[in-house]
């Protein structure tokens, strides 16, 4: 059916203040400026409707936007900017894990890389900590416009080889540019499966 709908809801730094109604909801985290907030756009086909910024830093809060009546995508601080502070940054690292740990409601968490960069280690750990959570996500490999398709071959293996070390499988994996408008068929097919398989 696709995203024929979706409008902001509600903006805040308390899980206990997101939506009710017990709708699935997909998040999206990373570093910051790795492209959450514009691949909700692309996702949504709209410009505006997550705030965007060429600075890391821009989303500072839980942002819920309802699609189709019937299930939410959420916008999320990102997490590692270091000129934030430190006291910035651990109210967002609070805002984030709260969010992660408590919110019922999330169904998958999309964890975004920037494809251009060699595996780091707070996303490794991040996504550790995921694990040892048992809470449900994706990666998305961010900004693929930015490098050719050979180099993007490479750095994926890379990441799996690096991941398989840890890990016994991987996650699913989706490759976009929010630029060229690429990968958005399959995360939304992604959601809808998964919406599919909950009412049923
Ligand atoms: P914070 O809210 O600060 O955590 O950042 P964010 O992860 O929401 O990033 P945002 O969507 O604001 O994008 C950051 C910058 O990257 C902006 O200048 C975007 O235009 C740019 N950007 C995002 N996605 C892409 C992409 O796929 N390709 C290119 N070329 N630029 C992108
Ligand atoms: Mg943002």
Redesign the pocket.
């Known amino acids: 059916m696709g995203i024929t709908k979706a409008e902001f809801v509600i903006s805040n730094t308390d899980v206990k203040k997101c939506p009710g109604g017990n709708l699935p909801e997909y998040a999206f985290i990373?570093?910051?400026?790795?492209?959450?907030?514009?691949?909700i756009?692309?996702l949504t086909d709209r410009k505006q409707l997550?705030?965007?910024?060429?600075?890391?830093?821009?989303?500072q809060l839980i942002n819920h936007f309802m699609i189709n009546d019937a299930w939410y995508l959420v916008?999320l601080?990102?997490y590692g900017?270091a000129q934030r502070g430190k006291e910035g940054r651990e109210t967002i690292r609070r805002i984030i894990e709260d969010y992660v740990l408590d919110r019922h409601e999330l169904t998958n968490l999309f964890v975004?890389i920037d494809c251009r960069h060699e595996p780091q280690k707070i996303d490794l750990e991040f996504m550790e900590w995921l694990g040892e959570n048992a809470v449900p996500f994706a990666i998305v490999f961010?900004?693929?416009?930015?490098i050719g398709k050979g180099r993007l071959q490479a750095n994926l293996q890379a990441y799996s080889d690096k991941m398989l070390e840890v890990w016994e499988e991987l996650p699913p994996i989706f490759t976009?540019?929010?630029?060229?408008r690429e990968g958005r068929d399959e995360i939304i097919h992604f959601i809808e499966d998964i919406n599919r398989r909950l009412m049923s």
């Open positions: 990373g570093r910051s400026n790795v492209g959450k907030s514009s691949l756009n692309m997550a705030k965007t910024s060429q600075k890391p830093g821009k989303t916008d601080p990102g900017y975004l961010t900004k693929t416009d930015k976009t540019s929010s630029e060229k």
